[in-house]
């Protein structure tokens, strides 16, 4: 059984502005100690069809998730807010989210553009369990030197991360390196066949309902193993 939307909250990031944060209860006691901030990508908000479904999915095997808009997409804009005003809006969330108390250890991340921000945030200090990546955007497509990776041996928790094999944003392949200079814990799992937004090639071997389900059991597996009750 999937879990349905609990609640909403409405979240102040600065005076005279706010955001909407979606609350997806875990649906198993046995994983209810964790609670999964995820932000979402540049172009498409918390709404879309991949952060839902993702969402509910990791919901169903017992992590409670909070999905948000950031500011620039809640007031209908396009262009995406500066880093330090994306930062303060992921930040804003979390601070709620612990107030609030929705659930013990606490870890975040996102898709794309929401998990580089939550890296980042992660990577200045931010109170945080760990940190799951859906597909990492290394670099904009076909700008091979202008990687966005120098914080990341500054973050000082675990790190999953969730990149398909034809990722023009960034491979595997080209992400293995860069987290050897990391001196924390980190997994990468490889979407075989998968794009950016992990959508299997034919020639992948499997479908795409196999692809997503073994991403969110991949998910579900390392929260289990990094966070055990």
């Not at 700008?143 to 398909?164: S, W």
């Not at 499997?206 to 990094?226: G, P, V």
Request: net charge neutral.
């Amino acid at each position: 059984m999937i879990p349905t939307l609990q609640d909403e909250m409405r979240v102040e990031v600065a005076p005279d502005q706010e955001v909407t944060a979606l609350i997806y209860p875990g649906g198993k006691p046995d994983l209810a100690g964790i609670t999964l901030i995820l932000g979402h990508g540049a172009g498409a908000g918390q709404r879309s069809g991949f952060m839902t479904s993702c969402a509910k999915g990791l919901a169903a095997r017992g992590v409670t998730v909070v999905t948000f808009d950031f500011l620039y997409m809640e007031q209908g804009r396009r262009v995406p807010d500066p880093n330090n005003k994306l930062e303060a809006c992921f930040r804003a969330v979390a601070e709620v989210v612990r107030h609030e108390k929705i659930g013990g250890t606490l870890v975040i991340g996102g898709k794309s553009m929401g998990g580089r921000i939550a890296s980042q945030v992660a990577s200045a200090g931010a109170d945080v369990g760990g940190l799951v990546f859906l597909g990492y955007p290394l670099h904009p497509p076909g700008k091979f030197d202008q990687l966005r990776a120098k914080h990341l041996p500054e973050v000082k928790v675990p790190m999953l991360f969730i990149q398909g094999s034809r990722d023009a944003f960034g491979t595997p392949g080209e992400l293995r390196p860069i987290l050897k200079k990391v001196q924390v814990p980190t997994e990468l799992y490889a979407v075989e066949g998968g794009d950016h937004s992990f959508k299997v090639s034919k020639r992948a071997g499997t479908t795409q309902e196999e692809t997503d389900k073994a991403m969110l059991d991949r998910i579900e597996a390392w929260l289990r193993q990094t966070y055990p009750i």
